[in-house]
T-cell receptor, first 113, second 117 residues
């Protein structure tokens, strides 16, 4: 699986959009970009994933650059409950077969009141 | 959506004893489940892959005789930490993939906080 690079931490004001970047310059053609988040002392929660097109669901939007070397997770109206560590993970195939996920250090997003 | 239930949510045990952690897929069948460990202020580390009806596969550096995994049914995997020591104190998390879901993402349990005293 391709390596990802994320900022260690970010702050965002409550009610504003939180934009979390992820670099994955070595991503290969069949690898998807997945985003998970982990609220303190809980298991990770799936947010969104994509291959090349931008994606949106009820939680967030995922913007993938045309060369696929980076992406941005957007939380449109951040709330205090969005404070968590956000993980960007690149892996092959939608689901990737029977392999577990490789977690990097992620970005600790802190939403300020 | 897919739900993975993990039990117990926390446990305190004495050094030298064994602790069993259960991971259940509540509304789907999971031929494969995964066990992770997370130390304070660190990321999740994959420990092993649990395969229904066959032996688990362990990541490098994880002792298979210490962390016993049983996946006897399509909805239940158990992790037993044998002869636990204080250094085994950690947050243990299981996950599974529901093949029915369009995103084919992984669903995680809520984790088990193990403290060995």
């Amino acid at each position: 699986d391709a390596k990802t690079t994320q900022p260690t931490s970010m702050d965002c004001a409550e009610g504003r959009a939180a934009n979390l970047p992820c670099n994955h310059s070595t991503i290969s053609g069949n690898e998807y970009v997945y985003w998970y988040r982990q609220i303190h002392s809980q298991g990770p929660q799936y947010i969104i994933h994509g291959l090349k097109n931008n994606e949106t669901n009820e939680m967030a939007s995922l913007i993938i650059t045309e060369d696929r070397k980076s992406s941005t997770l957007i939380l449109p109206h951040a709330t205090l409950r969005d404070t968590a560590v956000y993980y960007c993970i690149v892996r092959g195939g939608s689901g990737g077969g029977a392999d577990g996920l490789t977690f990097g250090k992620g970005t600790h997003l802190i939403i300020q009141p | 959506g897919a739900v993975v239930s993990q039990h117990p949510s926390w446990v305190i045990c004495k050094s030298g004893t064994s602790v069993k952690i259960e991971c259940r897929s509540l509304d789907f069948q999971a031929t494969t489940m995964f066990w992770y460990r997370q130390f304070p202020k660190q990321s999740l580390m994959l420990m092993a892959t649990s395969n229904e009806g066959s032996k688990a596969t362990y990541e490098q550096g994880v002792e298979k005789d210490k962390f016993l995994i049983n996946h006897a049914s399509l909805t239940l995997s158990t992790l037993t930490v044998t002869s636990a020591h204080p250094e085994d104190s950690s947050f243990y998390i299981c996950s599974a993939r529901d093949p029915r879901t369009a995103n084919y993402g992984y669903t995680f349990g809520s984790g088990t906080r193990l403290t060995v005293v």
